[in-house]
């Protein structure tokens, strides 16, 4: 997966997509986010400006249900709007749905990277894990003149990645991930089934590329 640039790529990722079309009063939203900005200085990751402000704004509004909702047949078929009304996360992805919606709208290109934990690729890419959705997405956003990658679920933010292999949080909570597609979002609403498959399939290339490489390697080549 090629790393983003500057030029197509900020356009492409200002569009909408099926799932995060936009919803929010976009003048009240840079206002609120101003605000929290303002009010929570270096909050998530030392770091202070709109991304970090939308996070906050997100879990601020949005209950996690995740753990409650696992056999729940909405989880990969909400839009943006939806999830947003619901004021309920039924699934980890929820907060990379609205966290893109939003971004966009305050200007910010943004993209959905999906990836599954390394650790676990190889249980689903052989079929081991064809009963469990191993997908954590991401958003890469351009801001600052430059592409960082965020974890809206975790509020993490990373301004070095490689797209294919990479890190996010430090210590016994680092985990290591496996990038296996990047789009506006899903484009679909899918069901449990379509997802897991889905994953599946998208990750057998990357699962093959990265299996051997050490995550320093990747980041040196940056």
Not at 169 to 197: F, I, P, T
């Amino acid at each position: 997966m090629k790393k983003l640039g500057i030029k197509e790529e900020l356009f492409d990722y200002l569009k909408s997509g099926k799932l995060t079309a936009p919803f929010a009063d976009s003048e009240q939203l840079d206002d609120t986010v101003r605000d929290i900005v303002r009010e929570q200085r270096g909050m998530i990751d030392g770091k202070n400006n709109t991304l970090t402000g939308l996070v906050t704004l997100i879990h601020n509004e949005i209950k996690d249900k995740t753990s409650s909702n696992k056999r729940n047949a909405k989880r990969f078929s909400r839009t943006a709007e939806e999830i947003y009304s619901s004021m309920e996360a039924i699934d980890k992805n929820d907060y990379t749905v609205i966290f893109a919606s939003l971004a966009r709208q305050l200007r910010i290109p943004t993209t959905c990277l999906y990836a599954i934990e390394r650790k676990k690729l190889q249980d689903k890419v052989e079929g081991l894990k064809d009963d469990e959705i191993l997908t954590k997405s991401f958003c890469e956003c351009y801001i600052d003149n430059e592409w960082v990658i965020v974890d809206p679920e975790k509020g993490l933010i990373n301004e070095f990645y490689n797209p294919d292999l990479f890190a996010m949080g430090s210590g016994k909570n680092k985990k290591e991930y496996v990038g296996y597609k990047r789009a506006l979002d899903l484009g679909e609403r899918k069901s449990l089934k379509n997802m897991s498959n889905y994953e599946k399939e998208q990750s057998k290339q990357n699962y093959f590329k990265t299996r051997n490489m050490q995550i320093e390697e990747f980041e040196q080549s940056m």
